[in-house]
């Protein structure tokens, strides 16, 4: 009689403080309850317990919540779910796989892993892009009875593309009683994250209902390995089937039309970002800036840039290098003074573009006192790209002795970039002996590139040692190397297209060739007293 007197006692203490504990939401509160519970020895319900972790976990108060889960002698289900989704909110994921751990050694005691728990192990596991742990949760999982619920198994199968688990993904798919387009959308979003874009094309091909996620997914994903026209190819189908750009679809093709210089299109994503209201999100303005930069119109930028009221680092940073990459290098200064007095701390983007601006104008003490206040001021650690920008001023200017040095002196393995920057440096002023160690390193990092030998060939011509004009073509020839084709990009009824030297696969080519023996035939006509020096060219 007296025991069931004290259950009900504790139950009402724990109906009275859950109440309490519903109602609040700050730590101070809670700090507060937790010392009256401490009074009632309620510290061992797993019901309160577990609410407390919940407050602590929107607080961001993990620490806390840690504390107040390992008083507790005998967690439940529900308390351990409650702490494995704290630490995953929280990213704390080593964390969460360490409890969920503690969990299965409890199965014996009747607390075994259910629906709620599994999406965020999962989660975890994607996370910390661990393939052999994926693997194993994924056993506990069909252990457990739950691989026919079909959320789980979509987070599966986002965590094996995570963990770049593709073919494991691929078999789950095709297990997979109930494929919904999330199932759909993750399997094509990681063969595109490979690069497999025609495995890729291949599944959305055969998708059922493609949402604007799918669409999108496609975009990206050729964007960023480089397949630019096929990007806006999927952009403008997805159009024709009726299916609305959002603001996330027009930021994955912007970069497609920036690369390809389609300057039509993006002005028409322009104003159809204005008409839908897109323009209040400030990445679609960073990406509309930088296509603006890329393809040459670089007023549209900056008016755009004026009219956008919250700028942040990346806004500043895309103008700058865009300003820079134009010529404007004492605009871009100027924009970087600007950005400073208006509080906004730059980032390593911002000195690759303020440094390259310093390159372009030939301000090689400012670009050095750049370079020194990223360390001195802001705590960046310069990277290759910074190192490649100094480089590259230093030998405009025609310190190249220095910028040797400087490569030398540098932190990290030169990448041939910086070689070939310095290379190109050396012929501008005829420096052999730096263009010979330059070009020593070009060897072992691009031994195919056949452009940096008919540079260093010109060099030797430059300077009128023949000798090493006729080493260079013998060593070109017993390598059997063959230049790189030269490729070229126009816009034609908002249609980007490619050409390729060497290329007649376009069924147009033929109607090309014809108009470019016309006009090399009206040219010699009109410019036949005009002496062309050619290049030297190294066959």
Request: proline share 2%; hydrophobic share 45%; net charge negative.
């Amino acid at each position: 009689m007296a025991s069931r007197m004290g259950v009900l006692a504790v139950r009402g203490l724990e109906d009275m403080f859950i109440a309490v504990l519903r109602k609040c939401n700050k730590m101070v509160e809670l700090k507060r309850i937790h010392a009256q519970m401490e009074k009632f020895s309620l510290l061992q319900s797993n019901f309160l317990v577990t609410r407390m972790l919940d407050i602590c976990d929107q607080s961001g108060e993990i620490q806390y919540a840690a504390l107040l889960f390992k008083k507790v002698v005998e967690p439940n289900i529900f308390l351990y779910n409650a702490m494995i989704r704290a630490y995953t909110h929280n990213q704390m994921h080593v964390l969460t796989i360490d409890v969920y751990k503690g969990m299965l050694k409890q199965v014996a005691e009747q607390i075994v892993p259910d629906r709620f728990t599994y999406p965020f192990v999962i989660r975890s596991c994607g996370a910390l892009l661990n393939v052999w742990s994926s693997r194993q949760v994924h056993g506990h999982v069909c252990k457990f009875g739950l691989s026919g619920n079909n959320m789980i198994e979509n987070s599966l199968l986002d965590m094996y593309v995570k963990c770049d688990g593709i073919t494991e993904a691929h078999n789950l798919f095709d297990e997979m009683t109930e494929r919904d387009v999330i199932s759909w959308n993750s399997l094509i979003s990681g063969h595109m994250k490979l690069g497999q874009a025609r495995k890729a094309r291949a599944l959305f091909e055969d998708m059922p209902n493609k949402t604007i996620v799918s669409w999108t997914a496609m975009i990206s994903g050729y964007a960023k390995i480089g397949c630019f026209s096929d990007a806006l190819d999927v952009f403008r189908r997805m159009q024709i089937v009726g299916m609305q750009p959002d603001w996330i679809s027009l930021v994955a093709v912007l970069p497609a039309c920036a690369q390809l210089g389609a300057l039509e299109l993006g002005k028409w994503i322009h104003f159809y970002a204005e008409k839908k209201g897109f323009l209040r999100n400030i990445r679609v303005c960073n990406a509309l800036i930088e296509m603006y930069t890329k393809c040459g119109s670089v007023d549209q930028a900056l008016q755009l840039f004026s009219t956008t009221s919250e700028k942040d680092v990346i806004t500043w940073s895309t103008m700058i290098a865009g300003l820079a990459h134009h010529g404007k290098a004492h605009e871009a200064i100027e924009l970087f003074h600007e950005m400073e007095k208006k509080n906004v701390e730059p980032n390593e983007i911002t000195f690759v573009g303020l440094l390259s601006a310093c390159g372009h104008a030939g301000l090689s003490d400012e670009g050095l006192l750049y370079f020194e206040s990223m360390q001195n001021l802001y705590n960046i650690e310069p990277g290759i790209e910074h190192y490649g920008c100094l480089v590259d001023l230093l030998g405009r200017t025609g310190q190249i002795d220095r910028a040797l040095k400087l490569i030398n002196g540098m932190k990290m393995k030169p990448d041939s970039a910086i070689w070939g920057s310095l290379l190109s440096s050396c012929r501008t002023y005829r420096n052999l002996e730096t263009a010979v160690i330059a070009m020593e390193h070009l060897l072992e990092l691009e031994p195919e590139d056949t452009g940096n030998l008919i540079l260093l060939a010109n060099i030797y011509a430059d300077l009128g040692k023949w000798d090493g004009v006729s080493k260079m073509r013998r060593f070109i020839r017993s390598k059997s190397m063959k230049k790189t084709p030269g490729c070229s990009v126009i816009e034609v009824d908002s249609v980007a297209q490619e050409f390729v030297s060497g290329d007649y696969s376009k069924t147009f080519s033929k109607d090309v060739f014809v108009m470019l023996d016309v006009l090399s035939l009206h040219q010699m006509e009109t410019v036949d007293s005009v002496e062309i020096v050619p290049e030297l060219y190294v066959e």
